[in-house]
């Protein structure tokens, strides 16, 4: 046996053992010494008190070695003002008053300054194992025992553990990890002792910072509680192939239960972007070539030099679907045709009102214009939307805009015969509108009556000015056929139909009332 050691009694024995089938634990709350009756001994197992004991007081620790966990460790101070005695024997107590563990102890000299003329604190730090010591526990009065420099080393490491502020790691992971063995991460080799933040696991609740082993992971000594991960925590990465030198930040917010709680990092290196920004006062960016389509940033001067230019070109000499990808684009059609479009689909494709597509038909042929689920297409406050069929002549385009509620308005020299400045009725008896107010009418003068009173298809808002006609297919070819105009009015006017049947170069005129059709042209404003 060694010259000095540290024994669990057979009391202390037997109350830990009572204690473990309890489920209880063991209380340690005192220490004692004594001068061994004023000779060295060997204490036994079967001791349950101190030979001769001459002072007690409060445990200052209690803790486990780091390296041996079945071994305890207890600390306590005498203070100066106690002494003039050897110190030869201490015993630990439990809250009960049953002698846990006795010690011998190397003989040291106590002093005292009333009486030795010196005095001192008296440091002495017991080393006992145990089978249970995760059940052994101490009770303090904390205005009587003073902190040891173990402890206060211990406590410091834990609050500063606490900081959101952590110790930097080798490197980061990208995506998802076994929590084990020596691996290759971000290109680089992990070896056992790394710090590694582990910020991609599928199951978010395993992220964290960990020490890299041979066999299974730990957290970091820094963020293995609860207590030391909170919302805010940061951590700098020194490697890695697309992560060195980059700062991480946990943005989980609330109350967080390491281990259950799912933890979200989030790269703030270049810092954040708060969403009320303050002005920027004049910055500037490198200017990017003329036609740039990456993700560069746009200066003003790369924007007067790109002029304007649509975001794509698309032909077709078919039959042409209509895909979001269109939109802010031109779609061609060219070659002989027959072509048709289908506008893209405003609800499937999620569209939003100011959506536009330009349309060009450069075939030969009208191009059939469709729509696309419930959509429906517009050119007039004067008609109503439809999903009816449009036909866009050839060498013409539409800019197809949406506007919301499913309707896509067209606009352009494809649909001008459709829109009010260029409304028209094209029939036997018809008129077109031009955009300066002047219209234009038509109509086909019949039946036996001498004079036929004519209405026209569309009142004149203001005035007609001129009507002009001719005689159809008349009986006798070679006599001049008249139609003239009277009584005009904004409405109509009265039709005579006349015909000359002796013309024949001279004067004299001879003829009457002609019943053949004819027609008109009326123009007004």
């Not at 007067?304 to 979001?324: D, P, S």
Request: with cysteine; proline share 5%.
């Amino acid at each position: 046996m060694a010259d000095y050691y540290t024994l669990l009694t057979n009391a202390g024995i037997a109350y830990e053992t009572a204690c473990k089938a309890a489920g209880v634990p063991i209380k340690l709350s005192q220490i004692s010494v004594g001068d061994g009756g004023g000779a060295v001994y060997n204490p036994a197992a079967t001791d349950t008190a101190l030979k001769r004991e001459v002072w007690r007081g409060p445990l200052n620790a209690l803790f486990q070695d780091e390296k041996n966990p079945s071994w305890l460790l207890a600390e306590v101070t005498i203070p100066p003002e106690v002494g003039g005695w050897y110190v030869r024997e201490a015993g630990l107590w439990t809250d009960t008053g049953i002698l846990y563990a006795i010690v011998k102890y190397p003989e040291s000299f106590k002093p005292v300054l009333a009486t030795s003329g010196s005095g001192k604190e008296f440091y002495i730090r017991s080393i006992f194992e145990t089978s249970n010591a995760s059940l052994v526990t101490l009770l303090i009065d904390d205005t009587v025992v003073k902190a040891t420099r173990a402890w206060v080393s211990s406590y410091v490491a834990d609050e500063l553990a606490k900081l959101d502020r952590k110790q930097s790691v080798r490197v980061a992971t990208t995506a998802n990890i076994v929590l084990s063995g020596a691996q290759t991460l971000d290109g680089i080799a992990v070896v056992a002792g790394d710090r590694v933040l582990v910020k991609s696991q599928v199951s978010a609740k395993e992220n964290g910072i960990y020490v890299a082993a041979n066999d299974a992971w730990v957290r970091a000594k820094d963020a293995d509680t609860s207590a030391k991960v909170t919302s805010g925590l940061t951590v700098p990465v020194e490697e890695g192939a697309t992560l060195a030198d980059t700062t991480w930040q946990l943005v989980t917010d609330g109350a967080i239960v390491l281990g259950t709680t799912a933890l979200t990092f989030q790269n703030v290196t270049q810092g954040f972007a708060p969403l009320n920004s303050p002005a920027l006062i004049d910055p500037t960016a490198n200017t990017p070539p003329r036609f740039d389509t990456t993700k560069k940033l746009v200066t003003t001067e790369w924007a007067r030099t790109r002029g304007f230019e649509l975001n794509g070109f698309y032909v077709f000499t078919a039959a042409l679907t209509g895909i979001a990808a269109h939109i802010g684009g031109m779609v061609h059609a060219y070659g002989s045709g027959p072509a048709s479009y289908s506008i893209p689909d405003s609800v499937a494709n999620g569209v939003l009102p100011g959506a536009v597509i330009r349309l060009q038909n450069w075939s030969i042929a009208s191009l059939t214009l469709v729509t696309q689920g419930t959509d429906k297409m517009q050119e007039s406050l004067a008609v109503a939307s439809s999903s009816a069929n449009r036909s866009i002549p050839p060498d013409t385009y539409i800019d197809i805009t949406f506007i919301g509620n499913g309707i896509w308005l067209l606009l352009g020299t494809g649909v001008f015969g459709a829109t009010a400045p260029f409304a028209a009725s094209r029939s036997a008896t018809g008129w077109q509108k031009l955009p300066s107010g002047m219209i234009i009418q038509w109509g086909t003068v019949s039946g036996v009556a001498q004079q036929a009173a004519m209405t026209f298809a569309v009142a004149f808002p203001n005035m007609c000015v001129a009507v002009s006609g001719m005689v159809l297919n008349p009986a006798n070819v070679n006599a001049p056929y008249v139609l003239t105009a009277t009584n005009l009015t904004k409405t109509g006017f009265s039709a005579n139909r006349t015909f000359n049947s002796n013309f024949n170069g001279s004067s004299s005129l001879g003829g009457g009332y002609a019943v053949e059709n004819a027609t008109y042209i009326a123009i007004g404003f």
